[in-house]
Nanobody, 111 residues
Framework: QVQLVESGGGLVQPGGSLRLSCAASGSIFSRNVAGWYRQAPGKERELVATITSSSSTSYTDSVKGRFTISRDNAKNTVYLQMNSLKPEDTAVYYC?????WGQGTQVTVSS
């Protein structure tokens, strides 16, 4: 059984930064793709960023240059550094490793 525990969400003003973390239990982390999705109210879930086991990354266009995904295989943890946050980044953010999902963490960007 794999569990993913997210942390780091919260309320931030436009232009601010947050760092999300997702810690995985079990032994699957280092050899699997990890990623972050988000879902805003009334919208479909959206893939934000992914990182492969060899740390190749990809991003959706709307976050390129502002968000950075990274991983620490020794800690079984994937991160999402979010800078220059905008109100449209407000959503519940979900960590995914292989086909396992975290519980989600709320990110709210508002003045």
């Amino acid at each position: 059984q794999v569990q993913l525990v997210e942390s780091g969400g919260g309320l931030v003003q436009p232009g601010g930064s947050l760092r999300l973390s997702c810690a995985a239990s079990g032994s699957i982390f280092s050899r699997n793709v990890a990623g972050w999705y988000r879902q805003a109210p009334g919208k479909e879930r959206e893939l934000v960023a992914t990182i492969t086991s060899s740390s190749s990354t990809s991003y959706t266009d709307s976050v390129k240059g502002r968000f950075t995904i990274s991983r620490d295989n020794a800690k079984n943890t994937v991160y999402l550094q979010m800078n220059s946050l905008k109100p449209e980044d407000t959503a519940v953010y979900y960590c995914v490793v292989s086909y396992y999902w975290g519980q989600g963490t709320q990110v709210t960007v508002s003045s």
